[in-house]
Structure formats: structure tokens, C-alpha cells
């Protein structure tokens, strides 16, 4: 079965030090999402990439957070500096939509842990 | 901010009985998809129903959808200790930001053998 690939599964890193996830989409696949998962705030969406556009990031603290696609087998999510409250488990998913009015459904990776010390 | 909200936000059950859980929205859809998570694990899309759709069903699933009332329900019949997770509504919206799909809470399902 095609799956979606995370990297890392898990990361411990203190406050203020770089944190960089990587996610390999399912070829094919032409939307990209990240999704942040807290036991507080439930599943938050960060970014949604279409085409490898970014089409909405307005989840994203953007004076720490980035996220790119530099090609279609990669997209990544940059944390710098981070801090304590970073800490969740982040999910790259990856989908097929097509027009309008097609369905998107999603397939997720197994997430990454991620704990800012 | 959540699009979709579950309703309840935990539910305890027997094996063979019925589990209801639903979910509220806010804006035009093109779908709803209801996924499940396991503890520790990914999202697993279950099934989806279109705008245009009253009701679905796939083996003990049935999802039923009211457009009017921007509200879905997803009942999981003669429940079984394996069915024991997390359940998410996702909206697709309609529009310019089609294809984004936007999670709920959750519920999270606990079935007793």
C-alpha cells in the first residue's frame, strides 16, 4: 500500500534550537497538508499546499513557522526558534483533489513526536 | 479554528451495542469524511458523503448528512472492542479553498468486551 512517509518519529530539543520535519507525499497526490495534534487543541491545521502552492497557512505562527514543498516528493515544516509550547505530534497527510467539486481524501503519515524541552 | 465539532466528546460502550457520534459545521461543503485514529497512530480516512448525499453506508458504518442543519451523524452498529479509538469529522469547503479539509475535536470511542 502507498503510504506517507514522516520523518523524524520522534524529536527531543530544547527551546530555541531548530526543528525540521520532512514528509514524502504520495506520488500522485496533489495536496499537501500539516496538521498539528495537542490534547488541548485538538487536530489544528498549519498549512494546505495544492500543486505544491501554498494555498492557506493561516494556522501557522509565521514568525516561527515555515513550510515548504521544494518538490513533489518533499515537503517540510521548520520550527525556529522553538519552544515548550511547540510541543505536540505534527501529521503530514496528502491527497488527490480534483476540480471543484472532487473528494479529497486523506491519507496521513504516522506523525512526528516533537518535544521542546 | 475547528470547523467541525463532535458531539460527545467521549463515549462508553458495551460490545454489540450501537455507538451515535456527531458532528456540526459551519460554512458550505462539497463533503464530509469521518477518519479514526488509533492511539499512537495516523488518521484513517472511513468513509464520505457528499453535499448532495443524505446517507452512506460501508459494512457497520452509516453516515447520514443534513445540510440544512450543517450537521452529520455517524453511527457504528453491533460494536466491537477492535472499534475502540478516536473518530474525526473533516469537512471539505466549498469554494476557492476547495480540496482543504478542515478536522473537528473528536470523540473518543471506548467499547467493553
Known amino acids: 500500500d502507498a503510504r506517507v512517509t514522516q520523518t523524524p518519529r520522534h524529536k527531543v530539543t530544547e527551546m530555541g534550537q531548530e526543528v525540521t520535519m520532512r514528509c514524502q507525499p504520495i506520488?500522485?497526490?496533489?495536496?499537501v497538508f500539516w496538521y498539528r495534534q495537542t490534547m488541548m487543541q485538538g487536530l489544528e491545521l498549519l498549512a494546505y499546499?495544492?500543486?505544491?502552492?501554498?494555498?492557506?497557512d493561516s494556522g501557522m505562527p509565521k514568525d516561527r513557522f515555515s513550510a515548504e514543498m521544494p518538490d513533489a516528493t518533499l515537503a517540510t515544516l521548520k520550527i525556529q526558534p522553538s519552544e515548550p509550547r511547540d510541543s505536540a505530534v505534527y501529521f503530514c497527510?496528502?491527497?488527490?483533489?480534483?476540480?471543484?467539486?472532487?473528494?479529497?481524501?486523506?491519507?496521513f503519515g504516522a506523525g512526528s513526536r516533537l518535544t521542546v524541552l | 479554528s475547528q470547523q467541525g465539532e463532535e458531539d460527545p466528546q467521549a463515549l462508553s460502550i458495551q460490545e454489540g451495542e450501537n455507538a451515535t457520534m456527531n458532528c456540526s459545521y459551519k460554512?458550505?461543503?462539497?463533503?464530509l469524511q469521518w477518519y479514526r485514529q488509533n492511539s499512537g497512530r495516523g488518521l484513517v480516512h472511513l468513509i464520505l458523503i457528499r453535499s448532495n448525499e443524505r446517507e452512506k453506508h460501508s459494512g457497520r458504518l452509516r453516515v447520514t448528512l443534513d445540510t440544512s442543519k450543517k450537521s452529520s451523524s455517524l453511527l457504528i452498529t453491533a460494536s466491537r472492542a477492535a472499534d475502540t479509538a478516536s473518530y474525526f469529522c473533516?469537512?471539505?469547503?466549498?469554494?476557492?479553498?476547495?480540496?482543504?479539509?478542515?478536522f473537528g475535536q473528536g470523540t473518543i470511542l471506548t467499547v467493553h468486551p
Open positions: 473533516a469537512t471539505e469547503e466549498y469554494g476557492t479553498s476547495y480540496g482543504k479539509l478542515t
Open positions: 506520488l500522485g497526490h496533489n495536496t
Open positions: 499546499f495544492r500543486n505544491r502552492a501554498p494555498l492557506d
Open positions: 497527510a496528502s491527497g488527490l483533489s480534483v476540480g471543484n467539486s472532487g473528494a479529497n481524501v486523506l491519507t
Open positions: 460554512t458550505s461543503i462539497n463533503n
